[in-house]
């Protein structure tokens, strides 16, 4: 089992980057798929991108988000990262990385917030 550590949010102007880090304490991220997942107030939990681990493809829920974000992985550092290019007050949310193929490993998360 590994237990997953969000870091890197706060408060950032849109139009400012942000790059969030996903850790595994204790263990190994290097094996597993990870994706980042996002809920606003008041809103589902939805997701943002993921990234596999053997050819490093990543996908993303729309276009729109694939410009903005990015989502890349080292596994020197055993991290992987989302990095948000162009955020947007929309893109205020609580965000979480995931890891495995159904997501069975969660961390506690970590607030973003976009100001205009």
């Known amino acids: 089992q590994v237990q997953l550590v969000e870091s890197g949010g706060g408060l950032v102007q849109a139009g400012d980057s942000l790059r969030l880090t996903c850790t595994a304490a204790?263990?190994?991220?290097?094996?597993?798929?990870v994706a980042w997942f996002r809920q606003a107030p008041g809103k589902e939990r939805e997701f943002v991108a993921g990234?596999?681990?053997?050819?490093?493809?990543?996908?993303f829920q729309s276009d729109s988000m694939e410009d903005r974000f990015t989502i890349f992985r080292r596994y020197d550092k055993n991290e992987v990262y989302l990095e948000m290019l162009s955020p947007i007050p929309e893109d205020t949310a609580v965000y979480y990385c995931?890891?495995?193929?159904?997501?069975?490993?969660w961390g506690q998360g970590t607030q973003v917030t976009v100001s205009s």
């Open positions: 995931a890891a495995d193929e159904y997501y069975d490993y």
């Open positions: 990234i596999n681990t053997l050819h490093r493809l990543s996908t």
């Open positions: 204790g263990g190994t991220l290097n094996t597993y798929t």
